[in-house]
């Protein structure tokens, strides 16, 4: 799979697929959210704003940290980086209800399968508000996904495991398996096709995730 549009008007070279953050970012409940404070401002006697955060490591575009999930995992900080950055398959699951099956990206598991593989699901991503209602991986899914030889899966919800789950079973398939998660990835504009994935976190050293800006780049022609 190539990307590509369904019109004449060209593609861009690089697509930001990250959410916006500022204090109205939703956020899993009861998970800290976006606060920002001025510690200094420009004027006189002061040469530089400078800014204070407090915020969850889960707010916005982020990676998960085996840490998030295993008492003895990694913390993000010590996580490869391998992962994170490589070639990519951006496919589309609109309307596939609570749970991302096999046969809803089936379609697109053709040809030589990149290392990643990020799902769209919604229609216009909710950047401005909490869903409840978001849409997970199925494990089987992601076990499929794994046995291609798959090293990390992306969604653009909040989580891999719906919302109200205890036992998160997706996010323990990623734990056995080793593989590594992007979530809340913003891919309304994205043509589904193959990309370069650009999503390093940050070197968190005790942290559970870490927030990234996660772009795509268009793959150069092939000769």
């Known amino acids: 799979m190539r990307a590509m549009t369904a019109t004449s008007t060209p593609s861009p070279a690089l697509w930001d697929i990250s959410a916006p953050v500022h204090a109205g970012s939703p956020v899993f409940p009861g998970d ?14 002061c040469p530089v704003n400078v800014s204070a ?4 490591p889960h707010v916005g575009t982020h990676a998960d940290a085996p840490l998030h999930y295993a008492a003895d995992g990694a913390a993000i ?13 951006v496919v589309h699951a609109l309307d596939c209800g609570p749970l991302i099956e096999w046969t809803h990206i089936a379609h697109a598991m053709t040809g030589t399968l990149p290392p990643r593989v990020l ?35 992306g969604i653009d919800t909040a989580s891999i495991d719906p919302a109200d789950s205890k036992p998160l079973p997706s996010h323990q398939v990623i734990r ?21 994935l650009i999503a390093l976190p940050l070197k968190l050293t005790t942290a ?13 022609p092939r000769a």
Do not use: H, K
């Open 119 to 153: 799902v769209r699901t919604y229609a216009r991503m909710p950047v401005d508000r909490w869903d409840a209602g978001l849409t997970a991986y199925a494990p089987d899914t992601i076990e499929r996904l794994a046995d291609a030889g798959v090293v990390l899966v």
């Open 53 to 56: 955060l407090t915020l969850s």
């Open 176 to 196: 056995r398996r080793g593989l590594r998660v992007l979530e809340n990835l913003v891919l309304d504009d994205v043509p589904e096709g193959d990309y370069e």
């Open 77 to 89: 900080g010590a996580v490869p980086l391998e992962a994170f950055i490589g070639p990519c398959r």
């Open 32 to 45: 800290t959210p976006y606060q920002q404070q001025w510690s200094a401002t420009l004027g006189p006697g």
């Open 208 to 220: 559970d995730a870490s927030p990234v800006r996660a772009v795509l780049r268009a793959l150069p």
